[in-house]
């Protein structure tokens, strides 16, 4: 499984950006069970989750973007995108896309869906910067 992140930018303060990660790879690679989500790392902080959609479109948010961001699918479910509106600085990151293929539990993604040890691919970063 390959995912490749892109749409990053510069915007400024209010605006809006809309991320992209292509999902790639074989029928057997890919099954009906998966878990895409979005990272972010700014500048001298730690990874954190920002967002994760589920095959069945269950959506989980980091509580800063709640109402400002949403994940989606699109392209039979082979793209999976972020759309941030109403960014501020604070958004400035470089945002990665992370998946896990095979079953998973609505229980422990409620409470964990933000371990990036649960995540075993990773695409490159794409850089998200938010001017004031």
């Known amino acids: 499984v390959q995912l490749q992140a892109s749409g990053g930018g510069l915007v400024q303060a209010g605006g809006s950006l809309r991320l992209s990660c292509k999902v790639s790879?074989?029928?057997?690679?890919?099954?009906?069970?998966?878990?895409v989500c979005w990272f972010r790392q700014a500048p001298g902080r730690e990874r954190e989750g920002v967002s994760c959609i589920t095959n069945n479109d269950n959506t989980y948010y980091k509580e800063s973007v709640q109402g400002r961001f949403t994940v989606s699918r699109a392209n039979a479910e082979r793209t999976i995108q972020l759309q941030m509106n109403h960014l501020k600085p604070e958004d400035t990151a470089v945002y990665y896309c992370a998946a896990s293929v095979g079953p998973y539990e609505l229980d422990y993604l409620a409470k964990w869906w933000e371990s990036e040890d649960d995540y075993d691919y990773w695409g490159q970063g794409t850089l998200v910067t938010v001017s004031s």
């Open positions: 790879g074989n029928r057997r690679e890919i099954p009906a069970s998966y878990v």
